[in-house]
């Protein structure tokens, strides 16, 4: 079984930052993909960033040059910077991973449990 466990949302004033972390552990052969999604009241789950291995980031548009998604390999890690945020971006911020066990031939997906992120005066 993998677990992913997130951490860093809280309560942002305009213009501010947060960092969030996510970390995989468990059965994990290797990580195909990691990325971060969020869901704010009313709106269906939207992509935010993800980063596939081997691959380049990718960006929703209302996030591109504010918010930065990084790896750490060695930790199984995936960060999202997040700077100059917006009320708009108020919204559970929840991770997402592809990750094959081992003795598993294809990968599976994997969520995190989610972290509020409120950005507001």
């Known amino acids: 079984q993998v677990q992913l466990v997130e951490s860093g949302g809280g309560l942002v004033h305009p213009g501010g930052s947060l960092r969030l972390s996510c970390a995989a552990s468990g059965s994990i052969f290797s990580i195909n993909a990691m990325g971060w999604y969020r869901q704010s009241p009313g709106k269906q789950r939207e992509l935010v960033a993800d980063?596939?291995?081997?691959?380049?980031?990718t960006y929703a548009d209302s996030v591109k040059g504010r918010f930065t998604i990084s790896r750490d390999n060695a930790k199984n890690t995936v960060y999202l910077q997040m700077n100059s945020l917006k009320p708009e971006d108020t919204a559970v911020y929840s991770c997402?991973?592809?990750?094959?066990?081992?003795?598993?031939?294809?990968?599976?997906?994997?969520w995190g449990q989610g972290t509020q992120v409120t950005v507001s005066s």
């Open positions: 980063w596939p291995s081997g691959g380049t980031a």
């Open positions: 997402r991973a592809r990750i094959t066990s081992p003795g598993v031939w294809r990968p599976t997906e994997y």
